[in-house]
């Protein structure tokens, strides 16, 4: 079962719109691993492909491989 929650967070004033700093959020939480992309794209309110795609915009990487996963990859490949 989904849930969410809602929170209340003061800032001082950023001239960002609410959609913006949603999207921000999820961009920092993907980056440092606290969520998958599937997540991160559901916090930001995009799907997954439009979300991956945004990163690529941002020079940000949809998904990290750490170098066992890179390794295994390429043996496959």
């Given amino acids: 079962m ?5 929170k209340c967070v003061h800032l ?3 001239n960002l719109k609410d959609d913006e700093i949603r ?6 939480l993907l980056q440092d691993g606290l969520v998958s992309l599937g997540k991160a ?3 930001a309110g995009f799907s ?13 990487t949809p998904v990290k491989y750490t170098d066992l ?5 390429l ?3």
Wanted: no cysteine.
């Fill in 2 to 6: 989904e849930t969410t929650k809602t």
């Fill in 12 to 14: 001082p004033e950023l």
């Fill in 23 to 28: 999207l921000l959020l999820a961009m920092k």
């Fill in 41 to 43: 794209a559901e916090v």
């Fill in 48 to 60: 997954e492909k439009a979300f991956a795609e945004i990163l690529l915009l941002r020079a940000m």
């Fill in 69 to 73: 996963d890179l390794g295994k990859e």
């Fill in 75 to 77: 043996e496959n490949a």
